[in-house]
């Protein structure tokens, strides 16, 4: 079977030319099928950051190679790069990175500006994201009135709208009490029911343990130091 | 309908930032409200002077001796009836008058050779000695109205009394504001001008487009003449005007650099907030392109509005309020025109210019801070916690 | 020289586009120099935003030029008072013979700014941007002509004397004008009628058949053919159109037409005119680029609206300029 998503040598480093260099992905080589739920795990530094921004096509590697759905992205220039990425992927960040000013519809729309849709596909997707949340009724607010776990919501919302086939999570439960994570833990799971591909990065056991997930691959210093089934 | 998503977002993003968006828009249009009062008041004033040549003869012959203006013997007419073309010739008596009481400038005119444009008199022309009509400038001056009495030095240093027998409230400010109008004769006795000769000769064609043709007949029958044809003086006005709003646009350069400075540095300072908000928008999808035409539309939307309303205000400025201080710097040394109201116009061209010479500047120093802004790393988002 | 607001404003715009194309240009080099899509990823990523400053840049510039050609036509119209003897732009223009050479060189900023912008299109179009070294060398020759277009700017506006009458006597000057315009307009009619008319109708033939076929050489001919479609074009607008459009049979000007007494006639005319033009030259380079692999697909596709486009831009200047000929007012039949 093809995996979804494979890399291959895969290493980053920031400001390569720099004192401050750091190589935050050593050479790791990875893949996630597709409708897996695959979780990163490890100490904070360890590199699960980077190596989601490598396998979700935010970056290219400074070495190695990035294939998604058959395709080699490591060398794409930018633009097409962030085509491959609002196509394949949704993003549900740490701090779940919303425009305070805006409303929730319009936080949730923002990926959709980019694509040439209509204004009535747009307003259909951004219904759908925000019924699959279950946040249809507070379309008009403005994000901080929200509290923080409806904050991610309309974070996934944002993730989903582009109708993705993977969604990519860092650190999603940082923020949460267990109550809170229980109920994101769920919805992952029914995201993941749906065929939806999921990677999460965390170092929390209330995720890895959580019977959603299919393989743990666990990173220290930006090497992978061991993979296995949850 | 991306263009258009993205124009709404642009807009959206101008609102939500208010302090920074009026603080552009307040010096961008300041900007525009003085470079278009330059503009429309140089425009103004040409307009003015085609209109107040309008109602001129089509010909004026000087003599000059030396290369200087000299007067005209009357004589001259005689030989100038006879060129072809000619359809009429008439000796015109005019002169200035420094006025020492409140330090300007009169146009004396002898009332023979006015031309019947100037009917829009209040009162009544002056018809024997010791009368004169004046123009609304000089009577401002002097404090002087209707019935009153005008007291001129003649070339004897004595005084001589007129009454005012009419005030002209022309529309054409420039032509009548600094008139004194009286007949013929007692002019000549008050420049102690002898009969034999006049200031100039104003002539009259029958054909206009032969104007040229005749001014070389006169320039060869008459050699020491010199004509000048009507739309020479317009020349001369329009090269005048145009200079003195260039001269004016060239000082106000420094104040456009000083603008571009502070386009760059609003453009370039960019808020945590907004780097924030760019990067969000970089990591959900958005491409550098895309960031960049949300820029485009930012510093167009803020051109458009800030154009509008500084065309908007300097119009009034200029055709409402008669730009006290401008106007006078452009109009030149007299004192006695600053009340000039100047018929209102829109011309393309003008706004043209004025678009090029603000928009431009504009864009071009907002182009690097944006793009800047453009290329914000998508991850960046990711790696800040 | 002459302080007129209209002259700031070309100067200040010339300047800057100049400051902006050499800025994109001397950048554009370095990025050619040293764009290597195997290259460490941290460089050519910077190398590649660049590119999008180098685009913006230069798109502007062209924008800045070709606002800039307008603007200077209608500044020489403003300005025509100014001098003895001029009845229009063409006065103006031949009052300092530089003025003509001015407007060659913005048309060709503009007609080569718009190729530039087509080939930066093509470019982001495809992953493996193969023009990107190509089109920044190709940012050179601008650098030259923007250099020129700046500097007879200068020397054009500095070179125009005024005749004030203060200065000299009188009427007695006209400015003699046997620039080119008067030797186009005095090209027989008769002749120069049927060969515009014949040329006209093949050009559109050639776009007609250019859709139908796919062969290349066809393709390239357009191109040439559009160049000469240009200069014919111009031509007949000096020599006859102009004189149908103020329907009098002595008026040559090309540039009356772009004012208001005309009903702004000339701006649907000229923008038709080039559009087909550069629509045209578009089609050689698309075939010239067919040859580079992974952009075959890409050009071969974008041939065909580009096609349309030149057919579209012919019709309406086959329409605007045989309409007043056929049914305007003016009889020029003495005149044959």
């Given at each position: 079977?093809?995996?979804?998503?494979?890399?291959?040598?895969?290493?980053?480093?920031?400001?390569?030319?720099?004192?401050?260099?750091?190589?935050?992905?050593?050479?790791?080589?990875?893949?996630?099928?597709?409708?897996?739920?695959?979780?990163?795990?490890?100490?904070?530094?360890?590199?699960?950051?980077?190596?989601?921004?490598?396998?979700?096509?935010?970056?290219?590697?400074?070495?190695?190679?990035?294939?998604?759905?058959?395709?080699?992205?490591?060398?794409?220039?930018?633009?097409?790069?962030?085509?491959?990425?609002?196509?394949?992927?949704?993003?549900?960040?740490?701090?779940?990175?919303?425009?305070?000013?805006?409303?929730?519809?319009?936080?949730?729309?923002?990926?959709?500006?980019?694509?040439?849709?209509?204004?009535?596909?747009?307003?259909?997707?951004?219904?759908?994201?925000?019924?699959?949340?279950?946040?249809?009724?507070?379309?008009?607010?403005?994000?901080?009135?929200?509290?923080?776990?409806?904050?991610?919501?309309?974070?996934?919302?944002?993730?989903?709208?582009?109708?993705?086939?993977?969604?990519?999570?860092?650190?999603?439960?940082?923020?949460?009490?267990?109550?809170?994570?229980?109920?994101?833990?769920?919805?992952?799971?029914?995201?993941?029911?749906?065929?939806?591909?999921?990677?999460?990065?965390?170092?929390?056991?209330?995720?890895?343990?959580?019977?959603?997930?299919?393989?743990?691959?666990?990173?220290?210093?930006?090497?992978?130091?061991?993979?296995?089934?949850? | 309908?991306?263009?258009?998503?993205?124009?709404?977002?642009?807009?959206?993003?101008?609102?939500?930032?208010?302090?920074?968006?009026?603080?552009?828009?307040?010096?961008?249009?300041?900007?525009?409200?003085?470079?278009?009062?330059?503009?429309?008041?140089?425009?103004?004033?040409?307009?003015?002077?085609?209109?107040?040549?309008?109602?001129?003869?089509?010909?004026?012959?000087?003599?000059?001796?030396?290369?200087?203006?000299?007067?005209?013997?009357?004589?001259?007419?005689?030989?100038?009836?006879?060129?072809?073309?000619?359809?009429?010739?008439?000796?015109?008596?005019?002169?200035?008058?420094?006025?020492?009481?409140?330090?300007?400038?009169?146009?004396?005119?002898?009332?023979?050779?006015?031309?019947?444009?100037?009917?829009?008199?209040?009162?009544?022309?002056?018809?024997?000695?010791?009368?004169?009509?004046?123009?609304?400038?000089?009577?401002?001056?002097?404090?002087?109205?209707?019935?009153?009495?005008?007291?001129?030095?003649?070339?004897?240093?004595?005084?001589?009394?007129?009454?005012?027998?009419?005030?002209?409230?022309?529309?054409?400010?420039?032509?009548?504001?600094?008139?004194?109008?009286?007949?013929?004769?007692?002019?000549?006795?008050?420049?102690?001008?002898?009969?034999?000769?006049?200031?100039?000769?104003a002539v009259e064609v029958y054909n206009p487009n032969e104007v040229?043709?005749?001014?070389?007949?006169?320039?060869?029958?008459?050699?020491?003449?010199?004509?000048?044809?009507?739309?020479?003086?317009?020349?001369?006005?329009?090269?005048?005007?145009?200079?003195?709003?260039?001269?004016?646009?060239?000082?106000?350069?420094?104040?456009?650099?000083?603008?571009?400075?502070?386009?760059?540095?609003?453009?370039?300072?960019?808020?945590a907030g907004e780097r924030r908000e760019i990067g969000i928008l970089?990591?959900?999808?958005?491409?550098?392109?895309?960031?960049?035409?949300?820029?485009?539309?930012?510093?167009?939307?803020?051109?458009?509005?800030?154009?509008?309303?500084?065309?908007?205000?300097?119009?009034?400025?200029?055709?409402?309020?008669?730009?006290?201080?401008?106007?006078?710097?452009?109009?030149?040394?007299?004192?006695?025109?600053?009340?000039?109201?100047?018929?209102?116009?829109?011309?393309?061209?003008?706004?043209?210019?004025?678009?090029?010479?603000?928009?431009?500047?504009?864009?071009?120093?907002?182009?690097?801070?944006?793009?800047?802004?453009?290329?914000?790393?998508?991850?960046?988002?990711?790696?800040?916690? | 020289?002459?302080?007129?607001?209209?002259?700031?404003?070309?100067?200040?715009?010339?300047?800057?586009?100049?400051?902006?194309?050499?800025?994109?240009?001397?950048?554009?080099?370095?990025?050619?120099?040293?764009?290597?899509?195997?290259?460490?990823?941290?460089?050519?990523?910077?190398?590649?935003?660049?590119?999008?400053?180098?685009?913006?840049?230069?798109?502007?510039?062209?924008?800045?030029?070709?606002?800039?050609?307008?603007?200077?036509?209608?500044?020489?119209?403003?300005i025509h008072p100014l001098f003895v003897g001029a009845m229009c732009?063409?006065?103006?223009?031949?009052?300092?013979?530089?003025?003509?050479?001015?407007?060659?060189?913005?048309?060709?900023?503009?007609?080569?700014?718009?190729?530039?912008?087509?080939?930066?299109?093509?470019?982001?179009?495809?992953?493996?941007?193969?023009?990107?070294?190509?089109?920044?060398?190709?940012?050179?020759?601008?650098?030259?002509?923007?250099?020129?277009?700046?500097?007879?700017?200068?020397?054009?506006?500095?070179?125009?004397?005024?005749?004030?009458?203060?200065?000299?006597?009188?009427?007695?000057?006209?400015?003699?004008?046997?620039?080119?315009?008067?030797?186009?307009?005095?090209?027989?009619?008769?002749?120069?009628?049927?060969?515009?008319?014949?040329?006209?109708?093949?050009?559109?033939?050639?776009?007609?058949?250019?859709?139908?076929?796919?062969?290349?050489?066809?393709?390239?001919?357009?191109?040439?053919?559009?160049?000469?479609?240009?200069?014919?074009?111009?031509?007949?607008?000096?020599?006859?159109?102009?004189?149908?459009?103020?329907?009098?049979?002595?008026?040559?000007?090309?540039?009356?037409?772009?004012?208001?007494?005309?009903?702004?006639?000339?701006?649907?005319?000229?923008?038709?005119?080039?559009?087909?033009?550069?629509?045209?030259?578009?089609?050689?380079?698309?075939?010239?680029?067919?040859?580079?692999?992974?952009?075959?697909?890409?050009?071969?596709?974008?041939?065909?609206?580009?096609?349309?486009?030149?057919?579209?831009?012919?019709?309406?200047?086959?329409?605007?300029?045989?309409?007043?000929?056929?049914?305007?007012?003016?009889?020029?039949?003495?005149?044959?």
């Amino acid at each position: 079977m093809n995996p979804l998503i494979r890399t291959e040598e895969v290493c980053k480093t920031y400001h390569p030319r720099k004192a401050d260099a750091t190589q935050a992905v050593a050479g790791i080589t990875m893949q996630v099928a597709s409708g897996e739920a695959v979780v990163l795990k490890g100490p904070s530094g360890s590199g699960k950051t980077s190596l989601l921004s490598l396998v979700g096509c935010m970056t290219r590697p400074t070495s190695g190679r990035v294939i998604v759905t058959g395709e080699e992205v490591s060398r794409l220039p930018e633009r097409f790069l962030t085509l491959v990425r609002r196509r394949t992927f949704g993003f549900v960040f740490q701090q779940y990175h919303l425009i305070p000013e805006l409303s929730v519809r319009d936080n949730v729309m923002l990926p959709l500006y980019p694509e040439r849709l209509s204004a009535n596909e747009m307003g259909r997707r951004v219904a759908a994201a925000l019924a699959e949340v279950e946040l249809t009724g507070l379309a008009r607010r403005r994000v901080t009135e929200l509290s923080g776990g409806e904050q991610q919501r309309v974070a996934i919302a944002r993730a989903l709208v582009n109708e993705p086939r993977v969604l990519i999570a860092d650190e999603p439960t940082a923020h949460l009490d267990s109550r809170l994570s229980t109920v994101l833990l769920e919805r992952f799971a029914a995201l993941k029911q749906a065929g939806l591909t999921l990677v999460i990065a965390t170092h929390d056991p209330q995720v890895y343990t959580h019977p959603l997930v299919d393989r743990i691959i666990e990173l220290h210093d930006g090497r992978l130091c061991k993979e296995g089934g949850a | 309908m991306r263009y258009l998503k993205i124009l709404e977002y642009a807009l959206a993003s101008l609102l939500r930032r208010p302090g920074k968006t009026c603080a552009i828009l307040v010096v961008y249009t300041l900007m525009i409200v003085v470079l278009a009062s330059v503009l429309f008041l140089t425009q103004a004033l040409k307009t003015e002077a085609t209109t107040m040549l309008a109602g001129g003869p089509q010909l004026v012959v000087q003599k000059t001796m030396a290369g200087r203006h000299e007067l005209i013997p009357v004589s001259a007419v005689e030989k100038l009836v006879e060129i072809p073309g000619v359809k009429a010739v008439k000796p015109r008596v005019w002169g200035y008058y420094y006025d020492a009481l409140t330090g300007t400038n009169y146009t004396l005119q002898g009332f023979d050779t006015l031309a019947n444009e100037l009917s829009l008199l209040n009162g009544r022309l002056p018809r024997e000695e010791g009368e004169c009509a004046i123009g609304a400038g000089v009577a401002r001056s002097r404090l002087i109205h209707l019935q009153d009495e005008l007291i001129l030095i003649d070339y004897d240093n004595i005084g001589r009394i007129f009454t005012v027998t009419g005030v002209f409230v022309s529309a054409a400010d420039l032509l009548t504001q600094d008139l004194v109008v009286m007949p013929e004769g007692p002019l000549r006795q008050f420049f102690g001008m002898p009969d034999s000769l006049a200031t100039d000769l104003a002539v009259e064609v029958y054909n206009p487009n032969e104007v040229d043709t005749i001014a070389n007949k006169i320039k060869r029958s008459l050699p020491d003449s010199r004509p000048i044809t009507q739309s020479e003086l317009l020349r001369t006005y329009h090269a005048v005007f145009d200079w003195r709003g260039g001269m004016m646009l060239a000082l106000f350069s420094s104040a456009l650099m000083a603008f571009c400075i502070l386009a760059w540095d609003k453009a370039t300072g960019l808020s945590a907030g907004e780097r924030r908000e760019i990067g969000i928008l970089k990591a959900v999808g958005w491409d550098t392109g895309d960031v960049l035409l949300l820029k485009l539309w930012e510093g167009l939307a803020l051109s458009l509005l800030a154009f509008l309303s500084g065309c908007l205000i300097a119009f009034i400025l200029v055709f409402w309020w008669g730009t006290p201080v401008l106007g006078g710097i452009l109009r030149g040394w007299s004192v006695l025109f600053p009340a000039l109201r100047p018929t209102p116009f829109i011309d393309f061209y003008q706004l043209g210019t004025l678009a090029f010479l603000t928009i431009i500047p504009y864009v071009a120093s907002t182009v690097i801070p944006a793009w800047r802004a453009a290329v914000t790393d998508p991850d960046e988002v990711m790696r800040a916690s | 020289m002459i302080l007129h607001p209209g002259v700031l404003a070309l100067l200040l715009g010339g300047l800057v586009s100049l400051l902006m194309l050499s800025a994109g240009a001397l950048l554009g080099i370095r990025i050619a120099r040293r764009w290597n899509p195997d290259g460490a990823e941290a460089d050519q990523l910077s190398l590649e935003r660049r590119a999008w400053l180098v685009a913006v840049l230069v798109r502007w510039a062209i924008v800045f030029e070709a606002l800039s050609l307008l603007l200077f036509i209608y500044t020489a119209e403003v300005i025509h008072p100014l001098f003895v003897g001029a009845m229009c732009a063409t006065g103006t223009l031949n009052a300092n013979p530089i003025g003509w050479h001015l407007i060659w060189i913005k048309l060709l900023l503009f007609l080569l700014g718009g190729l530039w912008m087509v080939l930066n299109h093509l470019d982001l179009q495809c992953p493996e941007a193969p023009l990107t070294r190509f089109k920044f060398i190709a940012l050179i020759p601008f650098l030259p002509l923007a250099i020129a277009d700046l500097t007879l700017m200068v020397i054009y506006f500095a070179g125009l004397e005024p005749e004030v009458i203060t200065s000299c006597c009188g009427a007695l000057f006209s400015s003699g004008g046997d620039g080119l315009a008067s030797e186009l307009a005095a090209l027989p009619l008769r002749p120069m009628m049927i060969v515009f008319y014949a040329g006209l109708a093949a050009y559109g033939c050639l776009v007609l058949l250019s859709l139908l076929s796919r062969r290349p050489w066809m393709h390239y001919l357009l191109a040439l053919a559009s160049g000469l479609f240009l200069v014919l074009g111009l031509t007949a607008i000096v020599s006859f159109i102009s004189l149908y459009i103020y329907e009098l049979p002595t008026h040559h000007c090309p540039f009356d037409m772009l004012q208001r007494s005309s009903n702004f006639v000339g701006y649907p005319i000229y923008l038709s005119l080039l559009g087909a033009t550069i629509c045209g030259l578009v089609q050689a380079m698309l075939e010239y680029l067919c040859r580079i692999p992974g952009l075959s697909v890409i050009t071969s596709r974008a041939q065909r609206p580009w096609l349309l486009m030149t057919l579209f831009f012919w019709m309406l200047f086959a329409l605007l300029t045989g309409w007043p000929v056929l049914f305007g007012p003016l009889a020029m039949t003495a005149y044959f």
